[in-house]
């Protein structure tokens, strides 16, 4: 059973950077596809970005392509979302999401283990 913990949320002001991370532990983080999702209030949780186990291939949602960056380090059992020119939008609850495979994976409902979330706010 993984288990994934996420830190670095907080408050920014807009065109200001966060990083967020994810740990996991309890299973092979290798083996598995990492994620990253956002929840809005009143909205469906969202797909952000994913990064196959290698790190070899990564995709993003059209949203946030150019302004933030997904890695991972194995040897951590971490992955990491790096958040640049940051915007009201971009508030919400982020969560870290895991399958295992090695494939890019955008739905959340494919994801099998979830961290708890950690919030982001953005003011304008």
């Known amino acids: 059973q993984v288990q994934l913990v996420e830190s670095g949320g907080g408050l920014v002001q807009a065109g200001g950077s966060l990083r967020l991370s994810c740990a996991a532990s309890g299973g092979s983080f290798y083996w598995y596809t990492m994620g990253w999702f956002r929840q809005a209030p009143g909205l469906e949780r969202e797909f952000v970005a994913t990064?196959?186990?290698?790190?070899?291939?990564?995709h993003y949602a059209d949203s946030v392509k150019g302004r933030f960056t997904i890695s991972r380090d194995n040897a951590k059992n971490t992955v990491a979302l790096q958040m640049n020119s940051l915007n009201p939008d971009d508030t919400a609850v982020y969560y870290c999401?895991?399958?295992?495979?090695?494939?890019?994976?955008?739905?959340?409902?494919?994801?099998?283990?979830w961290g708890q979330g950690t919030r982001v706010t953005v003011s304008s």
């Open positions: 990064i196959t186990r290698s790190s070899d291939i990564t």
């Open positions: 999401a895991g399958v295992e495979g090695n494939a890019i994976v955008t739905t959340p409902g494919a994801y099998v283990y």
